[in-house]
Structure formats: structure tokens, C-alpha cells
């Protein structure tokens, strides 16, 4: 029997590096990439089959069909929030047309090897748009159907790709005579912010708590692109990883959603400065706001009540926010630039 296939499309990015390195550590799955980039060599090594392309190309999407058994996807491609203000038809062609083919890849996939395609899509917080601050203090915690407004256009191709995944997994061509649905097994994660050691994010607009980090123990000066009292939630990316794989093994009848809040600690920008600070005593770290970004982070929740994940599949994160900096964050960060 050929081993079991998981496809990881946007491989080369942050999420991809932490999942390639704990798939290869298990062994149990062969691992193939698709990324528009060559993935860098820490990475390239544990894969069985890297492939340089965009998920916008059909063919190159047939190929993979015919040749491997693909029963796992995790759809990591897209472009940030704030890259995909600056082009946002680009942002849509591969945050929506690059999903939407996914989904149908998935779809004949699945009718060909004859099992469920389990495909496991990282949405975020950028799907909410609170509409003020007010409204944001008032809100506290968010729950998945609350003010789903997105301002960005990530955030709407976000949620609307949420929408398209529970379509093929529940609807998908409800009017044929025979039933097509089922066959993609669609789950979602709503991300926090993601903070990893190893890399820096690129073109989002949570980026500013990693990029304080990563400049201090740089010895570089960093002005801060919100106010202090700007306030979201965010996570560890071991974590993010963690949620990423334990969705993808929990067993389909516990999952009474498609879209899931994950979340972990939510500090002001003015509590990463002290701690930041407080571990690189040298750090300058400056407040240079940028109207605009922080209009587009005012919009995102100040935190997610994340109670759906831990009752349906175990969600559970290990770091909070003490245990996040002095046991993961900083000292892995340290070594890194040591
Ligand atoms: C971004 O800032 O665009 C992302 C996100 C919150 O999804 N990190």
C-alpha cells in the first residue's frame, strides 16, 4: 500500500517550516510542497517531494493528482492583511481562486482514491471587524459568529473561504442526484497572531509583536507601528502547529464546526515592550503609529473565546503568556542570533 500523502501548500512560510519539522519528525506521512519559492534548505531536506509553483496553475495541480494518493491538506498560500491592501486583486486571486482550486482538487481527489480529503485551512482574526473601540472594550471575548465585517480585504477572503469549505463539505452540488458533499472534510482555525523564534512574518499587520522581538535581540532599533494600548490576541507558533495537527486527527463526529477561535494571551503592545525590554535591556523601542495599520488592528477583537476548539477537539495551548516568552520566545530567539 502507498503511504499516506499530505500536500502543504505555501510551505516556505511561517506556519510551514514549524509543520514540515514536526510531519518529517513523525514519519508517518510523505510530504509534498508546493510553494511559489524554493524552499530554504533546513526545510527542503525533510520533504519527499517539493514542487516550485503556484496553486493557480490547473495543470501543475493534475499532475500532483495523478501521481500521489493525497488524503491530508494543510493551505497555508496566502497573502497578510496589510500586503494585500497595498494589491488586492493579487490578494484575491491567490487568497480565493488559489482556495477555491484547492477545494476542488480536494473534491476529485477524494472521488478518485474514494476517501475524505481532510483539508485544514488557517483563517484568522482578521475575518472579525469590530466597528470602534468602544464596541471593541465591550466585546471581550468574541465567539465565532459575532461581527463577522472584515474592513480588509484578507479578512474578507478569509471568511468567505471559510464560507466555500463548508460549502464543498456540506452542500457541494446539492441539487445532482447522487451526493457529492462529505468528500472534502473541511476545517478551519481562526488565527490569532502567530509568533514564532525562528522566523520573521512578512506583510501582515499583527507583525509588530515578532518584529519587536526579533529587532531587539538584533540590537536594532524598532519603532512601533500601533499604540500602546493596542490589544489582540496572539500565540506561540509551536502552538499554532500544535492546533494545525491536533484538528487535523480529531475524529470528523466530535467537530461541530468548520471555523474554530484558537487564541492563547492577549497583551497590549505596552506589556511586549516591557518584557521585550526587560529581556534586551539595550532595546529601543520606540512609538511610531501608523493611522492606518492600527485602524485595521482596532478592527480585529481585543480576544476569542476559544471554548468551541476545547470541547470539540482538545485545544489546548501550552504557552500562555509568561511561559510563551521566558521558555520559548526568548530564549530560542537568543540562540538564534547568538
Ligand atoms: C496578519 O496580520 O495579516 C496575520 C493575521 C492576523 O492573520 N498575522
Redesign the pocket.
Same mark, same amino acid.
Request: glycine share 8%; hydrophobic share 40%; charged share 25%.
Given at each position: 500500500m502507498r503511504k499516506p500523502v499530505v500536500l502543504i501548500t505555501g510551505a516556505g512560510g511561517e506556519i510551514g517550516h514549524g509543520l514540515i519539522d514536526r510531519l518529517a519528525g513523525r514519519g508517518d506521512r510523505a510530504i509534498v510542497t508546493i510553494d511559489i519559492s524554493r524552499l530554504d534548505e533546513t526545510i527542503a531536506k525533510k520533504v519527499d517531494r517539493e514542487v516550485t509553483g503556484s496553486i493557480l496553475d490547473r495543470a501543475l495541480l493534475e499532475r500532483l493528482m495523478a501521481e500521489y494518493e493525497i488524503d491530508l491538506i494543510f493551505h497555508l498560500a496566502a497573502l497578510?492583511? *496589510?500586503r494585500s491592501e497595498f494589491t488586492p486583486m493579487a490578494a484575491h486571486q491567490v487568497n480565493v481562486e488559489g482556495t477555491m482550486s484547492l477545494l476542488e482538487f480536494a473534491q476529485h481527489e477524494a472521488e478518485s482514491h474514494g476517501r475524505p480529503v481532510v483539508f485544514i485551512y488557517p483563517s484568522?482574526?482578521?475575518a472579525y471587524g469590530l466597528p470602534d473601540l468602544e464596541t471593541k472594550q465591550r466585546a471581550g471575548r468574541v465567539s465565532e459568529d459575532q461581527y463577522l465585517h472584515p474592513t480588509t480585504m484578507?479578512g474578507c477572503n478569509?471568511l468567505y473561504c471559510e464560507l466555500l469549505g463548508t460549502y464543498y463539505a456540506r452542500h457541494y452540488k446539492q441539487l445532482a442526484a447522487e451526493a457529492h458533499s462529505g468528500r472534502v472534510d473541511f476545517r478551519a482555525v481562526r488565527? @490569532? %497572531?502567530?509568533i514564532s523564534a525562528l522566523t520573521l @512574518?512578512a %506583510? %501582515? *499587520?499583527?507583525?509588530y509583536a515578532p518584529e519587536m522581538i526579533h529587532a531587539a535581540a538584533r540590537g536594532e532599533r524598532y519603532g512601533c507601528f500601533v499604540r500602546p494600548d493596542t490589544q489582540i490576541p496572539f500565540m506561540a507558533m509551536t502552538d499554532g502547529v500544535d492546533a494545525l495537527l491536533t484538528l487535523a486527527a480529531a475524529p470528523r463526529e466530535r467537530l461541530q464546526r468548520t471555523a474554530y477561535n484558537v487564541g492563547a494571551f492577549n497583551p497590549t503592545a505596552q506589556e511586549i515592550r516591557d518584557v521585550v525590554v526587560e529581556a534586551f535591556p539595550g532595546a529601543e523601542i520606540a512609538w511610531a503609529v501608523d493611522r492606518k495599520r492600527q485602524g485595521i488592528v482596532d478592527s480585529?477583537p481585543a480576544d476569542v473565546d476559544d471554548s468551541a476548539a476545547r470541547r470539540d477537539w482538545g485545544f489546548a495551548p501550552r504557552y500562555d503568556w509568561q511561559r510563551a516568552f521566558s521558555e520559548y520566545l526568548i530564549p530560542t530567539i537568543r540562540q538564534r542570533y547568538a
Amino acid at each position: 500500500m502507498r503511504k499516506p500523502v499530505v500536500l502543504i501548500t505555501g510551505a516556505g512560510g511561517e506556519i510551514g517550516h514549524g509543520l514540515i519539522d514536526r510531519l518529517a519528525g513523525r514519519g508517518d506521512r510523505a510530504i509534498v510542497t508546493i510553494d511559489i519559492s524554493r524552499l530554504d534548505e533546513t526545510i527542503a531536506k525533510k520533504v519527499d517531494r517539493e514542487v516550485t509553483g503556484s496553486i493557480l496553475d490547473r495543470a501543475l495541480l493534475e499532475r500532483l493528482m495523478a501521481e500521489y494518493e493525497i488524503d491530508l491538506i494543510f493551505h497555508l498560500a496566502a497573502l497578510l492583511s *496589510t500586503r494585500s491592501e497595498f494589491t488586492p486583486m493579487a490578494a484575491h486571486q491567490v487568497n480565493v481562486e488559489g482556495t477555491m482550486s484547492l477545494l476542488e482538487f480536494a473534491q476529485h481527489e477524494a472521488e478518485s482514491h474514494g476517501r475524505p480529503v481532510v483539508f485544514i485551512y488557517p483563517s484568522s482574526i482578521a475575518a472579525y471587524g469590530l466597528p470602534d473601540l468602544e464596541t471593541k472594550q465591550r466585546a471581550g471575548r468574541v465567539s465565532e459568529d459575532q461581527y463577522l465585517h472584515p474592513t480588509t480585504m484578507y479578512g474578507c477572503n478569509k471568511l468567505y473561504c471559510e464560507l466555500l469549505g463548508t460549502y464543498y463539505a456540506r452542500h457541494y452540488k446539492q441539487l445532482a442526484a447522487e451526493a457529492h458533499s462529505g468528500r472534502v472534510d473541511f476545517r478551519a482555525v481562526r488565527f @490569532p %497572531g502567530l509568533i514564532s523564534a525562528l522566523t520573521l @512574518p512578512a %506583510g %501582515g *499587520t499583527s507583525d509588530y509583536a515578532p518584529e519587536m522581538i526579533h529587532a531587539a535581540a538584533r540590537g536594532e532599533r524598532y519603532g512601533c507601528f500601533v499604540r500602546p494600548d493596542t490589544q489582540i490576541p496572539f500565540m506561540a507558533m509551536t502552538d499554532g502547529v500544535d492546533a494545525l495537527l491536533t484538528l487535523a486527527a480529531a475524529p470528523r463526529e466530535r467537530l461541530q464546526r468548520t471555523a474554530y477561535n484558537v487564541g492563547a494571551f492577549n497583551p497590549t503592545a505596552q506589556e511586549i515592550r516591557d518584557v521585550v525590554v526587560e529581556a534586551f535591556p539595550g532595546a529601543e523601542i520606540a512609538w511610531a503609529v501608523d493611522r492606518k495599520r492600527q485602524g485595521i488592528v482596532d478592527s480585529w477583537p481585543a480576544d476569542v473565546d476559544d471554548s468551541a476548539a476545547r470541547r470539540d477537539w482538545g485545544f489546548a495551548p501550552r504557552y500562555d503568556w509568561q511561559r510563551a516568552f521566558s521558555e520559548y520566545l526568548i530564549p530560542t530567539i537568543r540562540q538564534r542570533y547568538a
